[in-house]
């Protein structure tokens, strides 16, 4: 699969939104899963959302009611909905797809990972 590319990464204030792309190939709309994951300075990545091929959802539970995930299959773009940002969810979002070289991660639901993007920056401020 072609290299996901992410966007819509910027600094905000405390309580804010944003709104993360992900352009994707059109095999990665075909897949069971697609996802979003995130990465602090000198830790691993850790899961954030999954979308499955029929649109169910899943957010990691210390995000719910503040992340949703959605997808255009129309287009091939995934999003990430972040709404009430609090300077703890400044991190690098990556989006997540299957069939690559790179290295493995699992994501909720137990979906396999391993075709990501560069990641787009986030960041909070208080």
Same mark, same amino acid.
């Given at each position: 699969?072609?290299?996901?590319?992410?966007?819509?990464?910027?600094? /905000?204030?405390?309580?804010?939104? %944003?709104? %993360?792309?992900?352009?994707?190939?059109a095999d990665a709309f075909g897949d069971d899963c697609m @996802?979003?994951?995130r990465q602090f300075p000198g830790k691993g990545r850790e899961s954030v959302a999954n979308i499955m091929r029929d649109g169910s959802t899943t957010i990691a539970d210390s995000l719910e009611g503040?992340?949703?995930?959605?997808?255009?299959?129309?287009?091939?773009?995934?999003?990430?909905?972040?709404?009430n940002l609090q300077p703890e969810d400044t991190a690098t979002y990556f989006c997540a797809t299957r069939g690559?070289? @790179?290295?493995?991660?699992? @994501?909720? %639901?137990?979906? %396999?990972?391993?075709?990501?993007g560069q990641g787009?920056? /986030?960041t909070v401020s208080s």
């Open positions: 699969q072609a290299q996901p590319m992410e966007s819509g990464g910027e600094s /905000v204030q405390t309580g804010g939104s %944003l709104k %993360l792309s992900c352009a994707a190939s @996802g979003w994951f503040r992340f949703t995930i959605s997808k255009d299959d129309h287009n091939n773009i995934l999003y990430l909905h972040m709404n690559g070289p @790179g290295r493995t991660y699992y @994501g909720l %639901l137990g979906c %396999l990972y391993n075709t990501w787009t920056q /986030v």
